[in-house]
């Protein structure tokens, strides 16, 4: 079982749709948890780290969950430039290293 | 303008050839990491670097090695051990948050390497 899994996707939704990606992480002591943008061909950007009392910018709201562990994040009014590969990311105090996912790709139609 | 600069953007390697890829920032970042992309696959950490002079396997360390004798910098070679190279490689950093990293890491814009 991978350490963090995502469902590769695609998800294709239209413009202003409301779209939810989960992140499931195998390893209860898990620390710290981030959500990464990755364009195509592009070097990852942080989005956002997800807070245990979960948190929101702009459209974009992380939530964890940790008895069950997951984390999530929703996108409100979907844009077209949301288009990208959305990483999951959980920082391992284990191993002291970041874990991503292989990542949920979401492909905005007009 | 503070940030990671890798190069060169592409590389082509040749059978039996080592090649090394550069890695550089000025964010003043004690942490350092290397990461190897392959299409469709999450990131997987070859090295890192918590400390200059010292660096520790991650978990696809054969075929590579990596040096740290400057803070700035975290130079990865690719040796002729490595029999696939062909992937994207990210170069990260961060700072550090006590003996233990955990906090955001901040990627160069990539090299690409291909086998002639």
């Known amino acids: 079982r991978k350490e963090v899994e995502q469902d590769p996707g695609p998800f294709n939704v239209p413009e202003g749709a409301t779209v939810a990606f989960n992140c499931t992480y195998s390893?209860?002591?898990?620390?710290?948890f981030f959500w990464y943008r990755q364009d195509c061909r592009k070097e990852p950007k942080l989005l956002m780290s997800?807070?245990?009392s979960g948190n929101e910018d702009g459209r974009f709201t992380a939530q964890l969950n940790r008895a069950s562990q997951y984390i999530s994040l929703l996108i409100r009014d979907s844009k077209l430039s949301d288009s990208a590969t959305y990483l999951c990311?959980?920082?391992?105090?284990?191993?002291?290293?970041?874990?991503f996912g292989q990542g949920t790709t979401l492909q905005v139609k007009p | 303008d503070g940030g990671i600069t890798q190069s060169p953007k592409y590389l082509f390697r040749k059978e039996g050839q080592n090649v090394t890829l550069s890695c550089e920032q000025n964010?003043?970042?004690?942490?350092m990491y290397w990461y190897r992309q392959d299409p469709g696959q999450g990131l997987r950490l070859i090295y890192y670097?918590?400390?200059?002079?010292?660096?520790q396997k991650g978990d696809i360390a054969e075929g590579y090695s990596v040096s740290r004798e400057k803070k700035e910098s975290f130079p990865l070679t690719v040796t002729s051990a490595q029999k696939n190279p062909t992937a994207f490689y990210l170069c990260?950093?961060?700072?550090?948050?006590?003996?233990?990293?955990?906090?955001?890491?901040?990627f160069g814009d990539g090299t690409r390497l291909s086998i002639l």
């Open positions: 990260a950093s961060s700072i550090l948050s006590g003996e233990t990293s955990n906090q955001p890491q901040h």
């Open positions: 390893n209860s002591a898990s620390q710290s």
């Open positions: 997800v807070y245990s």
């Open positions: 990311v959980v920082f391992s105090g284990n191993t002291g290293k970041l874990i």
């Open positions: 964010l003043n970042h004690d942490a």
């Open positions: 670097s918590q400390i200059v002079n010292d660096f």
